[in-house]
């Protein structure tokens, strides 16, 4: 079975810029969960997705957003980037059950110059 | 919401010793306890992970065990390697929720 994939793996873009990241989780799997990981924050969750919908949300800002697709593949934007968007973004996939094991896809490292 | 501490931040053992990390949380309707290893410029792996109907879970020479009384889980790794250095996250989700909340790591490093 492929693991959860990642696209584009390193972006580098200016601020005021919006990005695309793209998340495409286990075969059979419903839910993408995001985060985001920093040195200084650590591991924080995003938002997660399961059968199209958010069904949960972290404390971003609003320009943090993201959806889901009819096949379960994942994406966040962020718009109006800021130098502290600058980051790994990291993709989990499970089935959607919260004690289901969440596998991590390799992440896309976003630099904001 | 839910607030996991991990402790400690760094870790140096020499190789054939035992490493422990404590993790502690808040919330006590949290049910699953993964742990992760990143290693530089990786993904996080699941290493064992332990549900809150047990007390103690092993897998050779990685164990982890789970108080719930007072709210703190531990991973125990024993006879380490010089590969097992990598940084260790605890994790923590609570009951219909399905987001991770996570220490804030340990950098352990083996000493050959």
């Known amino acids: 079975k492929a693991g959860v994939t990642q696209t584009p793996r390193y972006l580098i873009k200016t601020r005021g810029q919006q990005v695309t990241l793209s998340c495409s989780p286990i075969s059979g799997h419903r839910s993408v969960s995001w985060y985001q990981q920093t040195p200084g924050q650590g591991l924080q969750f995003l938002f997660e997705?399961?059968?199209?919908?958010?069904?949960n949300k972290g404390n971003f800002p609003g320009r943090f957003s993201g959806r889901q697709f009819s096949n379960s593949r994942s994406e966040m934007n962020v718009s109006t980037l800021e130098l502290g968007d600058s980051a790994l973004y990291l993709c989990?996939?499970?089935?959607?059950?919260?004690?289901?094991?969440?596998?991590f896809g390799p992440g896309t490292r976003l630099t904001v110059l | 919401g839910e607030n996991v501490e991990q402790h400690p931040s760094t870790l140096s053992v020499q190789e054939g010793d035992s490493a422990v990390i404590k993790c502690t949380y808040s919330?006590?309707?949290?049910?699953?306890f993964p742990w992760y290893k990143q290693e530089l410029g990786k993904r996080p792996q699941l290493i064992i992970d332990?549900?809150?109907?047990?007390g103690e879970k092993k897998d050779q020479r990685i164990a982890v065990t789970l108080n719930k009384t007072a709210k703190h889980f531990s991973l125990h790794i024993t006879e380490t390697q010089p590969e097992d250095s990598a940084v260790y996250f605890c994790?923590?989700?609570?009951?219909?929720?399905?987001?991770?909340?996570f220490g804030t790591g340990t950098r352990l490093t083996v000493i050959p």
């Open positions: 997705y399961f059968s199209e919908t958010q069904r």
């Open positions: 994790a923590a989700i609570s009951t219909g929720a399905n987001n991770l909340f």
């Open positions: 919330d006590s309707a949290s049910n699953y």
């Open positions: 332990i549900r809150s109907n047990v």
């Open positions: 989990a996939s499970t089935t959607g059950t919260s004690t289901d094991t969440q596998y």
